[in-house]
Every structure is written in structure tokens, then in C-alpha cells.
């Protein structure tokens, strides 16, 4: 099941890229696609490494298990895709024609720029707690999750 996952999110990935062309923010889109292609790659030898040991004793084996579900991956991305967001916003702010459509997106830009800002300070926190609970890794995830649901900032509109 997890290696058709990963080749179905290839398959969007690849799609997603097809449809980035020549837009305003190709670029923030890009990375956001290579970040995800990272992602898969790191997943698939996270797959393979858990599947090579016994996850009850092999530390290797519970790490990659651990990490199939990486927190601080899910906000890198949000991070990324809150880059494109901004970016969108700015080229319609541009281009509107009145002053409350303009004050609209740059109170989302505002939001998003904030939402970013917690969501790097979540990030180091997440990498803190791997490095507290190195050699714990089932007690790292739990921390992880439980900090991620604790601090995963609201949406903007």
C-alpha cells in the first residue's frame, strides 16, 4: 500500500509540474514541487529502511517508521506553499482596480506571512524534539504530533 502511495503522489507531482508553465510564481510553484519530489525520495528510503529490520528492536527500523509521518516536513511544505499563496495575492493586489480588493489581499498577505512565521517557529521546535528524543523515536512522534496539533496555526481566509 505504501509503494502505491508513493507512486500515485508521483503521478500528482508530475502533474502539478506539467501545469506550472510560465506563471508570476513559477518559481515559489517550483519549489514547492522539487520540495515534494525530496520528500517522496526520503520517504521511499525511510519505507525501505523500515522494512529491513524488526521494528521492535532495531532502532534504524523504528526511526524510519517514526518518520513516515515527518511533522516538521508537513510545516516546511505548508511554508512553501503559504510562498506561492503570498505571491498570488501580491500579483492580484496589483492588478485590482479598487482600494477595498486591495486592502483584501494585503490583509491576507499579512496573515499568510504571519501563518509563516509560526510555522517556522514550529519547525524548530519539531527539530528540537528529534534531537531530545533521539533514542526514543516512538516517544518523539507522539511529542511531535501532539506539539503539531497543539501549534498548527489557523488558516487565513
Known amino acids: 500500500k505504501a509503494?502505491?502511495?508513493?507512486?500515485?503522489?508521483?503521478?500528482?507531482?508530475?502533474?502539478?509540474?506539467?501545469?506550472?508553465?510560465?506563471?508570476?510564481?513559477?518559481s515559489q510553484q517550483m519549489a514547492v514541487i522539487n520540495f515534494r519530489k525530496e520528500q517522496l525520495r526520503v520517504q521511499g528510503v525511510r519505507l525501505n529502511?523500515?522494512?529491513?529490520?524488526?521494528s521492535y528492536q532495531n532502532l534504524p527500523a523504528q526511526q524510519a517508521?517514526?518518520?513516515?509521518?515527518?511533522?516538521?516536513?508537513?510545516?516546511?511544505q505548508m511554508i512553501l506553499e503559504n510562498e506561492v499563496k503570498i505571491c498570488q495575492a501580491e500579483r492580484r493586489a496589483e492588478q485590482s482596480n479598487n482600494e477595498t480588493s486591495r486592502q483584501k489581499y494585503q490583509q491576507r498577505i499579512s496573515c499568510l506571512r504571519s501563518q509563516n512565521g509560526q510555522l517556522q517557529n514550529l519547525e524548530v521546535q519539531l527539530k528540537a524534539l528529534d534531537i531530545q528524543y533521539a533514542?526514543?523515536?516512538?516517544?518523539?512522534?507522539?511529542?511531535?504530533?501532539?506539539?503539531?496539533?497543539r501549534q498548527m496555526p489557523r488558516s487565513c481566509q
Open 49 to 54: 529502511t523500515s522494512q529491513q529490520g524488526n
Open 135 to 149: 533514542t526514543e523515536p516512538g516517544k518523539a512522534f507522539a511529542e511531535k504530533a501532539k506539539l503539531f496539533m
Open 3 to 26: 509503494l502505491l502511495s508513493l507512486q500515485q503522489e508521483r503521478n500528482k507531482i508530475a502533474a502539478d509540474e506539467a501545469k506550472v508553465g510560465s506563471s508570476d510564481c513559477a
Open 65 to 76: 517508521l517514526g518518520q513516515m509521518i515527518d511533522h516538521a516536513a508537513a510545516a516546511k
